[in-house]
């Protein structure tokens, strides 16, 4: 797979615990692109709703979602690359945040490599005991969507970076 002609903006995609945040920062930071948290966009609701242990529903997520939306619009209208995570867990949220430059990078593992990671972090407010609730709304990207899974767990998230890279045909600015 290659990249858009124009400047690209990177969806860095997956359940919660699956390294969106690590991988995308790596990212960001070799590629010398902006980088934007999804998780930071969400409304304060959201956020309390999934610490309290509730998944969230799809109503909850379209005003998340158009803020995401709204992130690489811009960038794409400034001809600026850029990497921001989203779970981006349905095709039906993907096709609310696709453009021609976007380019979806899921990131894919085992139910047992992604909860153990999750519960070995405590710097985030989505609990592990959501995972099996991400693990099922989650419909991989399929034909037709401008995408690459990379599958995470057993090496370091630097690695799994440099393989999107490379996937990609992209040159990193920083090594």
């Given at each position: 797979m290659s990249v858009p002609e124009q400047p690209p903006v990177l969806v860095v995609m997956g359940v919660s615990g699956s390294g969106k945040s690590t991988v995308a920062g790596l990212l960001a930071g070799r590629l010398g692109w902006d980088l934007e948290e999804g998780d930071d966009l969400h409304p304060d609701s959201n956020v309390e709703k999934m610490a309290a242990g509730h998944p969230l529903t799809d109503e909850d997520r379209w005003p998340w979602l158009d803020t995401v939306a709204s992130w690489i619009q811009e960038h794409t209208l400034a001809g600026r690359p850029g990497v921001i995570t989203c779970s981006a867990l349905k095709?039906?949220?993907?096709?609310?945040?696709r453009g021609e430059n976007v380019v979806f990078v899921h990131l894919s593992g085992s139910r047992e490599q992604i909860g153990r990671r999750m519960?070995?972090?405590?710097?985030?407010?989505?609990?592990?005991?959501?995972l099996d609730s991400q693990i099922s709304t989650l419909e991989p990207p399929g034909p037709g969507e401008?995408?690459?899974?990379?599958?995470?767990?057993?090496?370091?998230p630097a690695q799994e970076a440099d393989e999107i890279i490379d996937r990609l045909g992209l040159v990193a600015a920083v090594s």
């Open positions: 095709r039906i949220y993907r096709d609310r945040l519960t070995a972090r405590t710097d985030h407010f989505m609990p592990a005991a959501l401008r995408s690459l899974t990379v599958e995470v767990g057993g090496r370091k």
